[in-house]
């Protein structure tokens, strides 16, 4: 339905990539890559990519991002870039540091902006404990763009 009388038909593309591999015997190395954009005409913003936050099922175009809050970065378009390492200190326990980048704005990929360095940016680190009701994670997460830094919570895998 076209309830608030500004809905004009688009589509989304979105691409995911990534790999991991063990560096050396209790340490792992992730690098994942995403981008995605809208295409037609310009619609509400309830259908925009949006970045921010941690330890919640990706759900539609709700990204994670280290550094920022929930719902917090937002634009019909977005590319973004993270890498962790991950060291098991002893049997089932985690430490882990990660980063991630990303440009997101409206129309990002028709600008002449496009290979710029990242206007976004974010770090964290984190301890996880393999469990019988899944992983146990806390992370404290920061970014350079912000003056406040955020911890997260997650219990049990992701479906």
Known sequence: SNYTGQFNP???????????FKMFRN???????????????DSIPFFDF??????????NNFKPFYG???LTIAGNSYIKA?????YEI????????S?????????YFQSLDLISLPKYSGYAIGYGLETIIGPLEVKYSWSPENSKGYTWFSIGFWF
């Open 10 to 20: 688009y589509s989304i593309a979105k691409a995911d990539t990534g790999f991991a």
């Open 27 to 41: 340490a792992t190395f992730k690098f994942q890559t995403e981008a995605g954009f809208s295409m037609g005409g």
């Open 50 to 59: 949006v970045l921010g936050g941690y330890g919640f099922i990706p759900l």
């Open 68 to 70: 920022y809050d929930f």
């Open 82 to 86: 993270s890498a962790t390492i991950d």
């Open 90 to 97: 002893f049997k089932k326990n985690h430490l882990n540091f």
């Open 99 to 107: 980063a991630n980048y990303a440009n997101v704005e409206d129309n």
